[in-house]
């Protein structure tokens, strides 16, 4: 390398780091895309001009799926392979995915504490804080009809909610959905043996 050379590549750098202060500027910041910042946005349920049938909520298209999601109806939905029904216990594919039966339940638990304590309260009988502020019962998860339902609807109910009970479909994981079955189905049990 030539001393001259040698003599550039030294100023070069001695310019390039006296550039870098370190300080904070106090310029306004430079926003190129200002659209990625302030995005249109809708409330659910609220009307659209964008689409022809005027909704901002979309369905998801039929026969399509995301990478992420779960292709198996039974995993996904809690039914049979031919859709002629739901399934009687919790897969065991998602007990592996959770850990075994005890990991399942105790996630389930800290899932039900979270989702649904505020109304079936902490034993499943129905009274929990929503319902003591006036909102309408739900039915206990100790009655014949809820202990004697197939997992899958049990699963089915929780994912797509049914009279006052909102859908958690989306808001749910569908392992954590089938962790709350498991930890349902152990209440059941628990509070049967309190009964006799």
Sequence with gaps: MTPMLRILCALAVVLVSAGCRGETSQSAQIWPLR?????????????????????????????????????????SE??????????????????????????QVARGQDRFNIYCRTCHDGT?????????RGMAQPPT???????????GQLFAVIGNGIRNMPPYKYSVPIDDRWAIVAYVRALQLSQAGAKE
């Design 124 to 132: 499943g009988a129905g009274n929990g804080l929503a319902v003591q």
């Design 35 to 75: 659209n990625m910042h302030d995005q249109q946005r809708y409330d659910p349920q609220q009307e659209s001009t964008f689409y022809n049938d005027g909704m901002t909520m979309r369905a998801e298209i039929p026969h399509t799926f995301a990478r992420e999601m779960e292709v198996s109806i039974v995993v």
């Design 78 to 103: 809690g039914r049979l392979p031919d859709d002629s029904g739901y399934v009687m216990a919790i897969p065991e594919v998602v007990t592996a995915r959770l850990g075994g039966g005890e990991a």
């Design 141 to 151: 998860l100790h009655d014949e009809k809820m202990r004697t339902m197939p997992d």
